[in-house]
């Protein structure tokens, strides 16, 4: 007999229809003929008002697995309540067997599970507390910077515009890069400019607005996906925003490169 694997779906533990076969020594087809009579009976089981008595993927899930001749074969999902009902209809050894294996994996699988979304503070060995607790840290710096990132665009998307705000409203949009070059400058560098001038903070290695310049209309953001496939903010600055950083950067002494006589640069 095979060695059962539980795997978790949607919050809930699964058996692979594969292995259970296996573990029961019974042809994966004849299985799966088996469940579907399940599921055909209990689609037929319904109440007064026509409602269904028993969801079948309460106890079976339609899944799919891709064999070794590369062709996509059905297989199905047990549920505990599915594995219970296989069970059932077994008699001998391999019943009590089957039973008493399934009964102890979803017990060690869910003994897992508590534990952990148990949080830190809670667990007494202090190796795996300091372990939890890292990975609540790196969860909730996750959850604030894609809050600020929901913030940022929430505010783009209803700046407060006066009648001289829509004349400088544009659609265009350019990249902080591209205004850096136009006073001589590096975007490293000017993103630091503006953060010493208390326009930006940066967070989990991205720019955010502070809220007193997010709902100006300054900046237009998409999120992506980046390569290790975190969700990221791509922000460029409207013809409005670019304004405002040649006037933040004038009254600095930052001229840009079309006005400076000579064609001097800003080192």
Sequence with gaps: MGELQVNELNNGLVLDSREVAEMVEKDHKNLLADIRGYIEAMLKSKDKNGKLNFQPTDFFVESSYISSQNKKLPCYLLTKKGC????NKMIGDKGVIFTATYVTKFEKMENKLKELSQPSYMIEDP?????KWIVEQKEK??????????????AEA????????????????????????????TAPKLNKILHAQGIQYKQSKQWFLYKQY??????????????????????????????????????VGIIAIEDVQGGETNE
């Design 127 to 131: 190796i795996k507390r300091a372990e």
């Design 141 to 154: 710096l996750q959850i604030e910077t894609h809050n600020l990132m929901l913030e940022q665009q929430l």
């Design 84 to 87: 219970e009902m296989v069970a």
């Design 158 to 185: 209803q700046p407060k515009l006066t009648y001289y705000d829509k004349i400088l409203a544009s659609p265009g949009t350019v990249t902080v890069t591209q205004i850096a070059k136009d006073y001589g400058l």
């Design 214 to 251: 997010a709902d100006k209309g300054y900046t237009k953001s998409e999120t992506h996906i980046d390569k290790t496939g975190e969700a990221r903010l791509n922000t460029k600055w409207t013809q409005k925003g670019r304004l405002f950083i040649h006037e933040l950067l004038t009254g």
